[in-house]
């Protein structure tokens, strides 16, 4: 009998999936553990291998098109047999699958981040387009992931074109399509606040090079601004639960622990993997909990609960010369800390005397809604008392 292939649940708050790519037509055999097509979850994009072998006898959706978790998107089976004309609900429970250690995953398939061609929703369009082979075109991306500059650099046309100014329509698909939405829903929702305060990070950066060879020696890895910066926000929300919070439908949610949401940003847009507990981890642990879920988001390899349940958010920069901005609130959490780069600025001594101190912008947006400035502006003031004098993180 013929198989269903369904839309997985991939996060705890995943209600529809929108596909993004197709790798098998109707009529093509299909092998387990081959990827079938892609996902876009509300946070990720994720290749969705088949369960069972055959000949793929029917989809049901086309690219772009959403689907609601557990719904049929395709039938795999038998040369000839008969499958639906339009799309069902499976009743496939959880029960009646094989145990597995992705509980998030409640359809018969799996996740597949590193087999096959790798490449972007917008650089297979555009492959379609100009009937290229991915295969034959060397990714730049992490593990030879193929983006659309990739294969503009391969497109015939390109090369042949030298004064011709070639348009080339980027579609809003894939993880720009999400972070569009996310976005937009995000302004035109919350009534946003920026509050900004400026740190002398004089004393932060005499810390951490003390801590440089203690932590390195312990973890292999290099503490950075980030670490020390999240173990001082997470000591300030214990004053400030309001701000530990998300704004859900029935009120406000504050949380007894910090599930810390780090933006990272990749090539094709950013993901905010979240560091569950962040309040009860060392300085050491932080380090090597911070250094894996960036790396995990730059090679694709988050799972749906690593992206889920965060109760604040920080959004750094890192390197470069933007010393403030206004970062857009990653609802339903009820505020987001964006960090500027490090800058040097004069500063006014006990003495009378300038001298050029390296300094930084925080810059909290937050839902007006749920708290108000005066509360907001007293975290901001603890949080800059904790990094001026970060000694007290130790303790």
Same mark, same amino acid.
């Given at each position: ?104 995953? /409640? $359809?018969?398939? *799996? ?5 096959? +061609?790798? %490449?972007?929703?917008? &650089?297979? @369009? ?92 312990? /973890? $292999?890895?290099? *503490? ?5 910066? +999240?173990? %001082?926000?997470?000591? &300030?929300? @214990? ?105 040097? %600025? ?50």
């Amino acid at each position: 009998m013929a198989h269903e292939v369904l839309m997985p649940k991939l996060s705890s708050t995943m209600a529809e999936g929108s596909i993004t790519q197709w790798f098998k037509a109707e009529g093509d055999p299909v092998e387990v553990g081959e990827a079938i097509f892609e996902v876009m979850t509300d946070k990720i994009a994720i290749e969705v291998e088949a369960y069972e072998e055959g000949i793929l006898l029917k989809r049901y959706y086309e690219i772009d098109q959403s689907a609601p978790i557990n719904s049929v998107v395709a039938y795999i089976g038998e040369f000839g047999e008969e499958v639906p004309e339009v799309p069902e609900i499976s009743h496939t429970t959880e029960s009646d699958l094989p145990e597995r250690e992705d509980k998030v995953v /409640t $359809s018969p398939v *799996v996740i597949s981040v590193g087999k096959g +061609i790798r %490449a972007t929703p917008a &650089a297979r @369009k555009l492959a379609r387009e100009k009937g290229l082979d991915l295969s034959q075109i060397i990714g730049s991306g992490t593990n030879g992931r193929i983006h659309l500059s990739d294969v503009q650099a391969g497109s015939p046309a390109n090369k042949e074109a030298v004064t011709f100014n070639e348009e080339v329509v980027i579609p809003w698909g894939g993880m720009r399509r999400v972070i569009a939405d996310r976005m937009t829903a995000s302004k035109n929702n919350l009534p946003h606040v920026t509050m900004d305060a400026h740190v002398d990070l004089t004393e932060v950066v005499r810390l951490r090079q003390q801590l440089l060879p203690i932590i390195e020696e312990q /973890t $292999s890895q290099r *503490v950075s601004y980030t670490e020390i910066l +999240i173990k %001082a926000v997470t000591i &300030a929300l @214990k004053q400030f639960p309001r701000l530990n919070a998300r704004a859900m439908a029935d009120g406000i949610h504050e949380f007894s622990h910090v599930n810390m949401g780090l933006a990272v940003s990749l090539e094709d847009g950013l993901v905010v993997p979240v560091i569950k507990n962040a309040d009860l981890l060392r300085l050491s642990e932080l380090t090597t909990a911070v250094k894996q879920a960036a790396a995990k988001a730059r090679n694709g390899q988050l799972t749906g609960d690593q992206l889920a349940d965060g109760t604040f958010t920080i959004s750094s920069l890192g390197p470069g010369v933007v010393r403030q901005f206004n970062p857009v609130i990653n609802a339903p959490e009820v505020a987001i800390l964006g960090v500027s780069s490090i800058y040097e %600025a004069p500063y006014q001594t006990a003495s009378g005397g300038l001298e050029m101190r390296s300094c930084l912008t925080l810059s909290l947006s937050f839902d007006h809604r749920a708290i108000d400035g005066a509360p907001v502006a007293a975290f901001l003031s603890v949080l800059v008392e904790l990094l001026e004098c970060p000694y007290k993180l130790l303790v």
